[in-house]
């Protein structure tokens, strides 16, 4: 979502600025067009997105699906997790949502956004349990 | 219980203090010299404050200092003007212990003792313990690691890699982007007829042209000397041994060090060919090592395992660090040629629009646009024929680079996570990539066939949760 409302609020930006600012007027027509195209990404990316994110928590591992134009499959083995944790930024906040941190020794290893925050909450603490390890 | 608390040798205080001069003072001397005018009273008073500071902390830090064993714990404490700290690492934590000595501990005849911890990886060493005699240096390491390991330290029966000082000056010459732009140049300058030419288009202003080339020389040969300068200083009487369960590096002129590594540290191993070590069959080989601090050059020199050696000889040693049978890269299996076509593909594209312009403004010749494309093909071309991956039942391989080539080998057993990812483009090719994420490296085997990229996905996740 956070992606989508950027490519919206560039394509409103480009827009407004070509037809305020009078050095500016002449390209109004490229403009036009880079904002169409910036809002269909707006109105096609999310749900796309959305559509492909998926999770798996399986016998001894945590199995992650997602990405709308580069597709990306994870595989993090439970005994490799060191920690999970929850975050919340802004937009999350401002909608009632959370998302999930898994980590490994080599770093983020995988995401899950888009999470209620009781499912969040929850999930971290399955993880964090199954992983032998202390939620943060 | 503890035991009775060490203390830095004195000698902590004048190098401590030269340290601080070698960093503070150019910017101090700055100061001096274009503070003039005014304000110039705040300007000394500023540099005298630095100055004194300079003196004080060393001083400070030499008396708050002391290093002692508590339980299967060491603890050092110390602190300077501001702070102070006990940092407590237990004995099972700490992964190396460095000994460093630069031309101002010789002057003392002390060295410098840097500890790194696991999970530490910082830009610093966890623990400094800047001035110790080299027998209660040696000492501390010795019961340090034997503590950690639980093991003792063997005696070494010889280092399994010693390199001379000629070794060092072909490292030197072959080494850098330096003398790979020689080689290029060398390359492409053969068959340009270049008198005539020169007399031809530039006549009177050949002058120019030469000065600019045989400056250009010049500035090639001077970074080469200082290549081999610089290289023949760090790597002086470089050395590699054998000890126990960890690896004993020791190099330097200036500044000697002597680098302890475990082996179960040692994430990965790269193999760095560049263009003219290509040619001439060498190799360096360097370490990927989860933990170990430092940054920019001096992380370069810590994780070099060997500067040069022939192709056998640096895979030879790669698979001592990795602790496996022979490595082979000579039979890595190659990008299929959806792969080639992609990157050419990609070149392509962004001229499609001045080509279209061209074609429309200048006629038929526009389409000429099109052979600005070439050179981005050669190099793709290239690029393509560097790819290359291998997975057996406990390692994998990849290798990577159009000029300079970087083979990384890792243990599955090191692996943390597995990915398999592919972008639009890719797709289109029947082409996938997989990365096997090791603590402080990626090992990307990028563009893979689908198949090929199902398969590597589907041995990884099953050896992962089977191998530790």
Known sequence: MAEGLGALGISLTLLIAATVIPELRPYRPVAAGLAAALFVVAAVLPPLKYLRWRYEIRERD????????????????????QYVETRQGPLDRLVGLAQLLVYTAAGKAGQIPGLSIPEAESLRDQLAKIAGTDSV | MSEAKNRLHPAAIPIGIAENGTRLGGFMAALLLGGRGEGFRWVLFGVG???ITSVLNPVLRYLRTRYYFEGEALVIEGGGFFSRFRRVMPLDRIQSVDVVRKLRHRAFGVVELRIEVIGGGGHEAEANLTALKPNDAEALRSAVLRGGHGAEVHA??????????RELLLAGATGGR?????VMLSYLAQPIPGDRIFQRLFGEGQGVLTRVIVSLGAFIVISVLISLVVTVFVYWQFAVTVQGDRLLITRGLLETRQAYIPFGRIQAVRINENLLRRILKLASVSIVIAGYSGKGQEKTETSMLLPIASRGEARRLAAVALGTSE??????????????????????LPLTVPTGVAVWQLGP??????ALSIPGWAWVFVAYRGLGSQLTPSTVTVRRGAFNRVTSIAKIANAQHVIHESGPGQRVFGLATVQVWVPKAKLSAVDMGTVDAE???????TTLLTLR
């Open chain 1, 62 to 81: 945590l199995f992650l699906s997602r990405g709308a134009i580069f597709h990306n499959l994870t595989v993090i083995p439970f005994d490799r997790i």
């Open chain 2, 49 to 51: 404050f630095l100055a």
């Open chain 2, 156 to 165: 070494a029966a010889g280092p399994i890699i010693q390199l001379g000082p």
């Open chain 2, 178 to 182: 330096v003398a790979v732009i020689a």
């Open chain 2, 327 to 348: 490595i082979q890269t000579a039979d890595l299996q190659r990008a299929p040629s959806g792969s080639f076509m992609r990157r050419a593909l990609y070149v392509l």
């Open chain 2, 365 to 370: 010749i526009g389409w000429a646009v099109l």
């Open chain 2, 455 to 461: 398969r590597w996905f589907r041995h990884l996740s």
